[in-house]
Structures are given as structure tokens and as C-alpha cells.
């Protein structure tokens, strides 16, 4: 079974542009989550689909981030524009259910960097 | 505000020595408790988890750890150390909110 796939792997950019973050969930899982962890810090949620729609975006940041989820397969999440404070490690997860946290598969993150 | 707490940003212990990485929370309610495991270019990888029952939990590559409610930790423990269990390790709650609340992680080390 293929895993949770994000890409890219890394990206740097200058203040001010715009990045897309992809994520690819594991077949069949309907819910995805998006989290990041900025530097140091504990790993903070961002948001959640159940297919193509958001379930629970109360994590994300502010309108600079956008997030979606067309057709309820791959998601992308994209900052625009993009502040220093932005920088992190930016992980996708994906599940079949919800509500124990148990059976969710992480992908490897997309490493930020805005300079 | 519920969070989890790793005190330790690293963790240093010698193969073969047992290892211990500390973990409390403050979260309301019952959560379901979690352990995670990066390596290097790699995903958060599941360790073990505690919903209920025995306070001992067991989990992969010979990892345990012990649920204590009083005290609200999770501490993850291993009897003997490998070099291979060099990694970012993060402890989280997993609450009625549908979300992880994850520590800050604690780096381990184990020398040769």
C-alpha cells in the first residue's frame, strides 16, 4: 500500500512570493489533516477534510494560507504570500476514520523555508 | 489551554543502557494517548498508543510506555538501547476535538 506522498520535499522561497504544498492520501482514506511544526515547536494542527470539504479548519494561521481538496483525492495547500513566520516542516496525514486518532499515516512533510 | 509537554528537547544515553523520554499532558477528559517516531526524511511513524486498560503499553521495535493518570504522563521507555533508535520522538494527545495536540519532540540520541 503506498503511502501518504507529499511533495516537494523541500522549498525555499523569498518573502512574498507563493508556494502550493501537495499532499497524496492513501487510497480510500477520506479524511486528510494538515499540520505543521515551525521550528522547535510542538506540531499544531491546521485543518481537516472529509472528502472535498473542510471539516475543521481552525488551526489555519490566517488568509494567507488556502487549502483545498477538488474531487476529495489530493490536497494542496498554498500560502500566498508567504512571511518569514511561515517557515516549517508541513505534514499531511490521512485516515479512513476519525474520532480515536488511531490508523492515521503521516507523510514525510514539505520543509519550508522563506527568506 | 490543553497542551502536551516534552521537557526534554534531547536525549543522550548509551547503547545497550535502558532509555526513557518524558512526556505529560494537560488535556480534559479521557484522551487517548500517543508516542510518534521520525527518522530522518521520514514520516511520523506510530509508535504505540494508550486508550485504556493496562497502564503498560507495548509497542514496535521493543518500546513501552507507561500511563500514569495521577502524575498525567506518558513516559516512553525501552530496557536496552540501540543505535538505530536515533530519532525525533513526539508524544501526543489525541482529545474529543478529532485533533492531535503533540509535544515539541525530544531528539534521541544513542552512542555507540
Known amino acids: 500500500e503506498a503511502g501518504v506522498t507529499q511533495f516537494p520535499s523541500h522549498s525555499v522561497i523569498e518573502k512574498g512570493q507563493t508556494v502550493t504544498l501537495r499532499c497524496d492520501p492513501i487510497s480510500g482514506h477520506d479524511n486528510l489533516y494538515w499540520y505543521r511544526r515551525v521550528m522547535g515547536k510542538e506540531i499544531k494542527f491546521l485543518l481537516h477534510?472529509?472528502?472535498?470539504?473542510?471539516?475543521?479548519e481552525s488551526g489555519m494561521p490566517n488568509n494567507r494560507f488556502l487549502a483545498e481538496r477538488t474531487g476529495g483525492t489530493y490536497s494542496t495547500l498554498k500560502v500566498q504570500p508567504a512571511e518569514l513566520e511561515d517557515s516549517g516542516v508541513y505534514f499531511c496525514?490521512?485516515?479512513?476514520?476519525?474520532?480515536?486518532?488511531?490508523?492515521?499515516?503521516f507523510g514525510s512533510g514539505t520543509r519550508l523555508t522563506v527568506v | 489551554a490543553q497542551s502536551v509537554a516534552q521537557p526534554e528537547d534531547q536525549v543522550n544515553v548509551a547503547e545497550g543502557n535502558p532509555l526513557t523520554v518524558k512526556c505529560t499532558y494537560s488535556?480534559?477528559?479521557?484522551?487517548?494517548l500517543f508516542w510518534y517516531v521520525q527518522y530522518p526524511n521520514r514520516g511520523l511513524q506510530f509508535l504505540l498508543k494508550y486508550i485504556t486498560g493496562d497502564n503498560l503499553v507495548k509497542g514496535s521495535y521493543g518500546f513501552e510506555a507507561e500511563f500514569n493518570k495521577s502524575q498525567t504522563s506518558f513516559h516512553l521507555k525501552k530496557p536496552s538501547a540501540l543505535v538505530s533508535d536515533s530519532a525525533l520522538y513526539f508524544c501526543a494527545a489525541f482529545s474529543g476535538t478529532y485533533k492531535y495536540i503533540f509535544g515539541t519532540g525530544t531528539r534521541l540520541k544513542v552512542l555507540a
Open positions: 496525514a490521512s485516515s479512513q476514520t476519525t474520532g480515536t486518532g488511531y490508523g492515521y499515516t
Open positions: 477534510f472529509v472528502k472535498e470539504s473542510k471539516q475543521d
Open positions: 488535556v480534559s477528559g479521557n484522551p487517548y
